[in-house]
């Protein structure tokens, strides 16, 4: 008998591990679940493990009604068409929930890939600026925005410690997510006597690219109000960032989606300090629920939008007031009835 759904991609079931990609995928699945949806999963970790198992991921979409799909690069590349054939052969609709912002550029030298995605029952984008890219340069006309989300009920508490400002990071710990930037901010800190009256905290898990372990670790060790706590487990990150006043994301990935991170933000009740990516005015309303700072930043802008929550306590107070209400945008209820239209 057929399920009538199946999520298909990166759980991290079988290797645990916390990123967008693995974040989005349980999370859709887990509501799903909670709306007592007939929903089957396959696991894509698996392949790390048996090889074979490709046969069983044919099998989860041959026997399915609707798939709901979200490959990273080297699952679209190579994997879509297999599933896609699967699909038409066996009535299988697809429905595309795309993760980050690269897939515009991606099909660019791929026509088969695009002729296969313009078939399929939807592309969810999680950016309206990939919608528009799709439609204008692909001519696809399946395409919507299905913003990233959490499930969650939480309420976060007020906290501010008077004359001091806490700041967080909570990412991947690699370069390209702006620790140079945050470093040089902490030049800028010592350079102003703030040392004492500025914190900055650091949360994700490290990964050793281009040798980021070591770039980061030599040079957190050089400021004494900067500390590394490890990666959190989902179930704490709430109740952690909404201790603090303001997270940082100086982002060098021009292509990012929706970070989950600026989500967790929100929901946590805090601002956010990001870099002009191609889709930051989507998510982050400049002056309201954080600062928006030039991309090509050296760290002075940077800086400077420190300096105006260090020294406006009424602007920091504003904007966690906004938050809470923007985070709306990006809860369950909202994806759900979003997905109830998908058929």
Not at 13 to 39: E, S, W
């Amino acid at each position: 008998m057929k399920h009538h759904f199946c999520v298909l991609g990166a759980f991290g079931f079988r290797f645990p591990h916390y990123d967008g990609q693995t974040i989005k995928t349980q999370n859709l699945l887990t509501l799903l679940q909670d709306k007592g949806v007939d929903v089957d999963y396959f696991e894509t970790q698996d392949f790390k493990v048996n090889k074979l198992s490709v046969l069983r991921m044919c099998w989860k979409v041959m026997t399915c009604k609707t798939l709901y799909y979200l490959p990273a690069q080297n699952n679209l590349i190579y994997l879509f068409p297999i599933i896609y054939w699967l699909s038409r052969l066996f009535h299988t609709r697809i429905h595309y929930f795309v993760v980050g912002g690269w897939l515009v550029e991606l099909l660019a030298d791929k026509p088969r890939h695009r002729r296969k995605l313009s078939n399929i029952a939807g592309i969810h984008c999680e950016t309206q600026f990939m919608k528009n890219a799709l439609e204008k340069e692909y001519g696809f006309n399946n395409v919507d925005v299905f913003p990233n989300f959490r499930i969650n009920d939480f309420h976060p508490k007020a906290h501010h410690e008077e004359n001091k400002l806490r700041l967080v990071f909570m990412a991947r710990i690699i370069k390209m997510k702006g620790l140079d930037l945050i470093f040089e901010l902490g030049n800028k800190i010592i350079d102003r006597g703030l040392q004492d009256q500025i914190s900055i905290d650091f949360y994700g898990p490290q990964h050793n690219d281009d040798g980021d372990v070591e770039y980061f670790n030599t040079n957190l060790a050089k400021y004494a109000f900067m500390k590394y706590y490890g990666p959190l487990e989902p179930k704490d990150i709430y109740t952690t960032l909404e201790k603090y006043d303001a997270m940082l994301l100086p982002t060098h990935f021009y292509t990012e989606g929706l970070p989950g991170s600026i989500v967790d933000a929100y929901i946590s009740g805090i601002s956010v300090i990001v870099t002009k990516w191609k889709h930051a005015t989507e998510f982050v309303d400049d002056g309201k629920s954080g600062i928006i700072i030039p991309f090509d930043d050296d760290g002075s802008a940077l800086f400077d939008a420190v300096m105006r929550l260090f020294d406006n306590t009424a602007l920091l107070s504003q904007m966690k007031g906004y938050v809470q209400e923007k985070w709306h945008e990006f809860s369950s209820e909202k994806a759900w009835e979003l997905i109830q239209n998908y058929h």
